[in-house]
């Protein structure tokens, strides 16, 4: 999967087309990812005798398939390439202005 978490996305798909958020949780198995203040869902919790009934709003899975990575360059929403760099590890770079999308950590 090429979106990881922090990235910023833009939803191309479904009832929250064309939003923009942080990904919180990348489920990489699933294919899946949490992004914040989008696919909101309300659960119901029964009241009891030590507490009242309420309403939790949460931010459910959505496939990942349904975002497309921000570029934090040009931004615009753009699908993820790869550079080897001379390490001989992966960069994630933008497909449109061919800039890197993570961040260099240097040892």
């Given at each position: 999967?090429?979106?990881?978490?922090?990235?910023?996305?833009?939803?191309?798909?479904?009832?929250?087309?064309?939003?923009?958020?942080?990904?919180?949780?990348?489920?990489?198995?699933?294919?899946?990812?949490?992004?914040?203040?989008?696919?909101?869902?309300?659960?119901?919790?029964?009241?009891?005798?030590?507490?009242a009934g309420e309403r939790i709003q949460f931010e459910a899975p959505m496939n990942a398939s349904n975002a497309m990575v921000v570029c934090p360059h040009c931004d615009k929403k753009t699908r993820v390439g790869y550079k080897k760099l001379a390490t001989g590890k992966k960069q994630r770079i933008c497909k449109k202005c061919k800039e890197t999308l993570d961040k260099i950590v240097k040892k």
């Amino acid at each position: 999967m090429k979106i990881k978490v922090n990235d910023q996305i833009v939803v191309i798909t479904g009832k929250d087309k064309g939003k923009k958020g942080k990904v919180l949780k990348a489920m990489t198995k699933q294919n899946k990812v949490v992004v914040e203040k989008i696919n909101l869902k309300t659960k119901h919790i029964k009241k009891t005798q030590q507490k009242a009934g309420e309403r939790i709003q949460f931010e459910a899975p959505m496939n990942a398939s349904n975002a497309m990575v921000v570029c934090p360059h040009c931004d615009k929403k753009t699908r993820v390439g790869y550079k080897k760099l001379a390490t001989g590890k992966k960069q994630r770079i933008c497909k449109k202005c061919k800039e890197t999308l993570d961040k260099i950590v240097k040892k």
